[in-house]
Structure formats: structure tokens, C-alpha cells
């Protein structure tokens, strides 16, 4: 009743040969193998505690069934999908896989929170100052809505002359003519570098504190890494013998950025490489590690 987070990268069960576990178990011992294991950890995981699997289409569907029955279809929160490859495998007979899947559950969903995720350095990029705006770089929102506003219905002159008779079709203003008007003067307008746009309201990064955004369901390999990032990383330690499957870096801080908070307690019961053992103590969080094999 400890852990706030559990992450686990079991063998996918693909039948393939790997040097340091055995990845080719006949379907139902896999399963009941992993059943095994989820109601332990389960115990293990806090009340406000999640779990997160990594797993491929082999066995993936059949594993949320499982993991449904153990913690419960309602504390099932979401499957993310990782894009673990840069580029596309010609050799395939069918389709080039891409693609892996992080299973999230709750030990509790009414009593777990998800942190925010920090901005990536193209959010970043989208705030320009190419106006000279004296309070910093923006960016710039739309100002009309279909959310029904009894005063934002009404007629704009933009500054270049053009008329704009009134919002979108279906559509209303969001601030009344009387704001709307305040906010021009104040400089928070955009009307293009024409000045005969259709008017858009500036947010500024610096009225945004540290950017973050809720957490996504597709994880792009320019954020999280790829499969030979982790190689990489790997070698890097340890050369002569490298784990075959080791997971990045950026993908274990994705997981504990969004499921934990600096001191709390992360466990890996196949740990494998060890990343995520390494990635929490380097987040300043506390971590067990469980490792049948001798590497």
C-alpha cells in the first residue's frame, strides 16, 4: 500500500530468442503468469497509487482483459501509444509496426490525479513576438466560439479598413464590444500583418508560468526516444553485454513526470537494463527493482 507508481516491461511473449529471459511461453501460461504478478503488485500500489505496462499487439488486448479483471474496467485510464521506431521497415510482409503501448491503470481512478506535462520545445516555439510587443513573445487565440453569448454579436472596422460583419457563421464573440475594444487598445489584439485580419487575442508566455499541458495518448519519439536511443544509453554502461529490449530514458520520465511526485515510490519488478530504476533516482524519487535474471 506504498508505491504511488508501478512500471513493468514484461516480455511481449513474441516468440522470439532473447539472451536474458525467456520470450516464447504458450499463451495461457503467459497470462496467468502476468496474472500472478498484477494481483501482488496491485497490493503493493497505494490508494492514489497507478500501474503502467509496456506491451506490443501480440499480447496487448488480451492483457487489458486481464488487467481489467484484476484492478477493476472502471480504474482503467487510458492506453498510450509510443512510437518506439524513426523509421519505416520495408522489409515487413505485412505493415511496418511503429508502435508500442503503455496500459495505465489506477489502483483507485476516483483518487488519482495525473500530473501535468511540461511543455516540448515546439509549444515553446509557438510564442512569437513579431510585433515588437513590449510584453514578451505571444501567440495568438481565437476570439470567437459557439458557445452562445448574448453580446457577441456585432460589426468590427479592422485598422486596415476592412469590415468584418460579425463572427463565423454559428459562432459569437467571446468578450463583449466594449472589451473587445479595451483589449485593442491595450495592444492585445492581432489583426495580421495587414492589419485586416479577422481579429485574434494575444496569450503571452510570460502570463503562463511554466507551460504544461494534460497528458496525451500518443507519445511521438522526438519527445520520449526511440528503441536506439535506449540502445545507446545501454552500450553506454555496458557494452559486452547489452540488453536486448531496454526501454529510453525520456519514456520512464514521461511515465514518472505524469504518475509521481519528487520523493515518491517508484517499483519495477522486471527490471531488466535497470532504466527505470536509473531515471527515478535521477527525478529524485525512490525506487525498488526486481530482477530474476543474474544481469
Known amino acids: 500500500g506504498k508505491v504511488k507508481c508501478v512500471f513493468i516491461d514484461p516480455p511481449y511473449n513474441t516468440g522470439s530468442a532473447f539472451t536474458h529471459y525467456d520470450d516464447g511461453l504458450e499463451h495461457s501460461i503467459w497470462l496467468g503468469l502476468m496474472r500472478d504478478r498484477l494481483e501482488l503488485l496491485r497490493g503493493l500500489l497505494s490508494e492514489d497509487g497507478s500501474l503502467w505496462i509496456t506491451i506490443d499487439d501480440n499480447e496487448a488486448h488480451y492483457l487489458k482483459v486481464l488487467c481489467d479483471e484484476v484492478f477493476g474496467r472502471p480504474n482503467y485510464i487510458a492506453s498510450a501509444i509510443w512510437q518506439k521506431t524513426m523509421s519505416v521497415k520495408n522489409s ?3 505493415f511496418s509496426v511503429d508502435h508500442d503501448y503503455v496500459l495505465v491503470y489506477a489502483r483507485d481512478a476516483t483518487r488519482w490525479t495525473p500530473n501535468q506535462v511540461a511543455a516540448s520545445d515546439k509549444q515553446h516555439a509557438s510564442y512569437k513576438n ?3 510587443d513590449p510584453r ?3 501567440q495568438s487565440i481565437s476570439l470567437s466560439a459557439r458557445n ?3 453580446k457577441g454579436l456585432y460589426s468590427i472596422r479592422a485598422p486596415g479598413g476592412r469590415v468584418i460583419d460579425g463572427p463565423p457563421a454559428g459562432s459569437y464573440w467571446r468578450v463583449s464590444e466594449e472589451k473587445f475594444w479595451e483589449l485593442d487598445k491595450n495592444g492585445e489584439i492581432w489583426w495580421g500583418k495587414d492589419r485586416n485580419g479577422i ?6 508566455l510570460s502570463e503562463q508560468g511554466e507551460l504544461t499541458k494534460a497528458p496525451q495518448t500518443i507519445w511521438f519519439f522526438d519527445e520520449v526516444g526511440h528503441t536506439q ?3 545507446k544509453e ?4 555496458n557494452s559486452t553485454d547489452v540488453f536486448a529490449t531496454p ?3 525520456r519514456l520512464m520520465s514521461r511515465v514518472l513526470e505524469i504518475a509521481t511526485n519528487p520523493g515518491d515510490l517508484v517499483l519495477d519488478s522486471f527490471a531488466g537494463s535497470g532504466t527505470t530504476g536509473a531515471v527515478a533516482h535521477k527525478m529524485g524519487r525512490r525506487w525498488i527493482m526486481v530482477e530474476l535474471g543474474e544481469h
Open 148 to 150: 452562445q453569448y448574448s
Open 92 to 94: 515487413t510482409r505485412h
Open 130 to 132: 513579431p510585433d515588437g
Open 136 to 138: 514578451g513573445p505571444w
Open 229 to 231: 536511443d535506449a540502445k
Open 247 to 249: 526501454k529510453p530514458e
Open 234 to 237: 545501454t552500450i553506454a554502461f
Open 199 to 204: 481579429p485574434r487575442r494575444k496569450m503571452y
